[in-house]
């Protein structure tokens, strides 16, 4: 099946800094990737929706220049979480998608704590 | 009203059991439906992806999805301990051009052995 993969797996940082997570589709091409987000005991949430070379779709009350999404070939989208607060602490998760299927492959994650 | 509603459980049964988990949802857009399995602090796994209403089967899994009630279901026989973990339907409405999934909620499940 299609593997995609997520970088870090973890990371703990302070809050005011900003962290980077990779996303990749590691044996096919992804056209499209989405980014969620999940909070303890709860189901995923879509932060937003991710093209190959062009902006991403933010989904209403998501802060596109908090969250900085750039999708820049097709096996590689990235999420930046700019001078990330405690609150931003979550399991954050892409999945991607190829042109013309409809069936989505997720990463394994990425935990985020803020201090 | 959500969009897609599932009990989050927890649900407990006997290993050997049959599990039935269920979702309804309320857009009449949503043409793909899915079932994901996911263990604590993992990304969802995909089980099961229907399109049709009726049945298809997968090993110990069926998915059954009856449009006309807006209503599926997964059913797993011969359940294990290794199947427990949290459940999440999904479902998407490509012809909208929104190819994102909206998820239910996830129900837990918990097979004892």
């Known amino acids: 099946g299609a593997v995609v993969s997520q970088h870090p797996s973890w990371v703990i940082c302070k809050s005011g800094t900003s962290v980077k997570i990779e996303c990749r589709s590691l044996?096919?091409?992804?056209?499209?990737m989405f980014w969620y987000r999940q909070f303890p005991k709860q189901s995923l949430m879509l932060m937003a929706t991710?093209?190959?070379?062009?902006?991403?779709?933010?989904e209403q009350g998501v802060e596109k220049d908090k969250f900085l999404i750039n999708h820049a070939s097709l096996t590689l989208s990235t999420l930046t979480v700019t001078s990330a607060h405690p609150e931003d602490s979550s399991f954050y998760i892409c999945s991607a998608l190829t042109s013309g299927a409809e069936t989505q492959y997720f990463g394994p994650g990425t935990r985020l704590l803020v201090l | 009203q959500k969009e897609v509603e599932q009990d989050p459980g927890p649900l407990s049964v006997p290993e050997g059991a049959i599990v039935s988990l269920n979702c309804t949802y309320s857009?009449?857009?949503?043409?793909?439906f899915m079932w994901y399995r996911q263990y604590s602090r993992k990304g969802p796994e995909l089980l099961m992806y229907t399109y049709s209403s009726g049945n298809k089967e997968d090993g110990r899994f069926t998915a059954q999805v009856d449009k006309s009630s807006k209503y599926i279901s997964l059913f797993i026989r011969d359940s294990q301990p290794s199947d427990s973990a949290t459940y999440l339907c999904?479902?998407?409405?490509?012809?909208?051009?929104?190819?994102?999934?909206?998820f239910g909620s996830g129900t837990r499940l918990q097979v004892q052995p």
């Open positions: 857009n009449s857009a949503f043409q793909y």
């Open positions: 044996d096919f091409q992804a056209t499209t």
């Open positions: 999904a479902m998407s409405a490509y012809d909208t051009g929104r190819r994102a999934l909206t």
């Open positions: 991710s093209n190959e070379g062009s902006k991403a779709t933010y």
